[in-house]
């Protein structure tokens, strides 16, 4: 039984490929076309998923998208109604996308695979729903999905039992948790439907000046955790911004930020203002959830479902004692989830896969790699015992170089987990600013996270479960990783233990048998503004445009002496000049 899940047209297009109910591909369009966050029809993550099953479109049983498109139509219609005049421009520039493409969802698909099947669609919200808990290790559980806006949900609470979904109760479009956040990230310069981490990683450095002019002026907060915006300070409704002047004028001269200008204390404490109302919000409704099911087990999906302050919130300050969120969070997890929908609930097939992984994405082989590297002429070491190679990794993190790990298959999700990663000594204060600055080329506030052992946990973090997917926050307990620790002393944790990832946990296990330390710095392989690399070809690329030292692609070491100065300037010129 083959199930195809796609999920696209708004952000983050995903592709999601079952094979009697156990996940063979999943990986995001952005990756195969290098555009960030990309929205349109996932044909490459489809090819790939397919071609690592080894089958044929024929060979699909069923397909199904992630959502309803007429019921969003129809939200779309009465709100621009509602609203009208003021939504008539942005009325007229959505109107030929949605009547030339976004209505005829089902009949792209079967034109652009080829499919001359049915296509299943499921509601957002129940999407969401499925792609955390049909994947979780409870047989039961509370379920909870907050993100922007779907058709017309913004959040949801319900419960799984076995391989049914019952979502109870709903928040509808325009009061929206994820869009106020949106909003906020807008203000503070940052990209919309892009640049929320950002926020999140900023508010630590800010106070909490404006919480109670929030709450008074811009959202009114039940204490279920439901709530209402005041949407005479918003403009998503019907215009082409979030947020309209008396919005801007509520929080002072400063006005919204040009994304490359400085950030002041006004935009820190703005952060830190709306970080902690969407904990409070969150965190009510959680435990009105747990109150009303009774479950210790919690799911959590929709796109603030990433917000990992706020989920270790829910971890030390809620009834639940288990919590479960699926990597892919957002939009691209859609497609994962009304695979597992269509599975699990309408087949009524029993759940027999639990979510332990997040490696679902391409991988290459040692033959691919080899091919790349001589046909760029590039000197490099190959290593045929692995052991060897984790020693020489590990004494280059330790005499201080960055090393780009190119290893596996990509992972599934937002977060760069150990095969697509940038590893540093998290010792060395130092590295926090040179990674950021000379590799990344990202702003200087944004944090790293730790990557530990999953054996050490407990003696570096406040935190006492295993973290594999980077999504709880936690406490730093030592001074001794000052590069992965947030102002605020806290850090956004991944662990890793020998089955999830050998070769990964091999790395650390020899850095700490050299320095007695279990935690390096991980960040995503990519810089800013790019997808995470995908290919070897793009690794080496990135190696080569950036301040990484050393590149392992597989068994394959490059170090950044050996390239010759020629090739070195040519593909500086390649990558920085216009063809």
Not at 173 to 187: E, I, V
Not at 287 to 300: A, F, M, P
Not at 409 to 414: I, N, Y
């Amino acid at each position: 039984m083959y199930i195809l899940g796609i999920s696209c047209f708004y952000h983050d297009s995903a592709a999601a490929l079952l094979k009697d109910g156990k996940i063979l591909a999943a990986a995001q369009e952005e990756r195969f076309t290098r555009v960030k966050h990309d929205e349109s029809f996932p044909k490459n993550a489809i090819d790939y998923c397919l071609k690592e099953a080894g089958i044929k479109v024929k060979d699909l049983d069923y397909v199904g998208f992630y959502e309803k498109p007429f019921i969003k139509f129809e939200r779309l219609l009465k709100t621009y109604l509602a609203t009208a005049p003021k939504g008539l421009f942005s009325f007229l520039k959505a109107m030929p996308i949605w009547l030339k493409q976004k209505l005829w969802i089902k009949y792209l698909i079967q034109q652009e695979l080829n499919w001359d099947g049915d296509v299943v669609f499921i509601p957002h919200h129940l999407s969401h729903a499925a792609s955390a808990f049909l994947v979780s290790p409870f047989k039961s559980a509370a379920i909870l999905t907050i993100d922007g806006v779907g058709e017309w949900a913004t959040a949801t609470k319900g419960v799984g039992r076995g391989n049914k979904i019952s979502l109870t109760h709903q928040i509808d479009f325009p009061h929206s948790l994820g869009l106020l956040y949106t909003a906020f990230t807008y203000y503070c310069g940052f990209k919309v439907n892009s640049g929320e981490y950002k926020l999140m990683g900023l508010s630590p450095y800010g106070k909490p000046r404006y919480v109670k002019l929030i709450k008074d002026k811009l959202i009114d907060i039940k204490a279920d955790g439901s709530f209402k915006l005041n949407l005479k300070y918003f403009s998503y409704e019907y215009g082409l911004r979030m947020i309209n002047d008396r919005f801007i004028k509520l929080l002072g001269k400063s006005g919204v930020r040009d994304p490359e200008a400085p950030l002041t204390q006004h935009y820190e404490d703005v952060a830190k203002s709306i970080q902690v109302v969407t904990e409070e919000v969150i965190l009510k409704m959680a435990k009105s959830l747990c109150q009303e099911t009774g479950e210790e087990n919690l799911c959590l999906a929709g796109g603030v479902a990433l917000n990992c302050v706020a989920n270790g919130r829910i971890i030390r300050e809620t009834p639940f004692k288990n919590l479960f969120v699926q990597p892919a969070a957002g939009d691209a997890g859609g497609a994962l989830g009304v695979a597992y929908y269509i599975e699990n609930c309408l087949l009524n097939k029993k759940r027999n896969f639990v979510f332990d992984t997040a490696y679902f994405g391409p991988q290459f082989s040692e033959s691919d790699i080899k091919s790349m590297l001589q046909a760029k002429d590039v000197t490099y070491r190959h290593f045929n015992d692995k052991q060897k190679l984790f020693q020489v990794i590990a004494a280059k993190l330790v005499a201080q170089r960055v090393v780009g790990i190119f290893a596996g298959r990509m992972e599934w999700g937002p977060r760069a987990l150990g095969n697509r990663s940038i590893l540093a000594d998290a010792r060395n204060p130092e590295n926090q600013d040179r990674v950021n600055l000379k590799i990344k080329f990202r702003e200087d506030f944004r944090p790293f996270a730790p990557v530990v052992m999953e054996e050490y946990l407990s003696d570096y973090f406040d935190i006492d479960r295993p973290t594999p997917y980077m999504l709880l926050v936690a406490q730093v307990k030592t001074k001794d990783i000052p590069a992965v620790t947030h102002v605020d002393n806290s850090a956004r944790i991944q662990s890793v233990n020998r089955r999830q990832n050998p070769f990964y946990w091999g790395i650390i296990n020899k850095f700490e048998k050299i320095t007695g330390c279990a935690v390096l710095i991980n960040t995503s392989f990519n810089v800013r503004g790019e997808p995470i690399v995908c290919t070897p070809e793009e690794a080496y690329n990135c190696f080569m445009g950036t301040n990484i030292d050393d590149v392992v692609l597989g068994n394959f070491l490059v170090e950044k002496e050996q390239v010759t100065v020629t090739d070195r300037n040519r593909r500086h010129r390649d990558r920085f000049e216009p063809d």
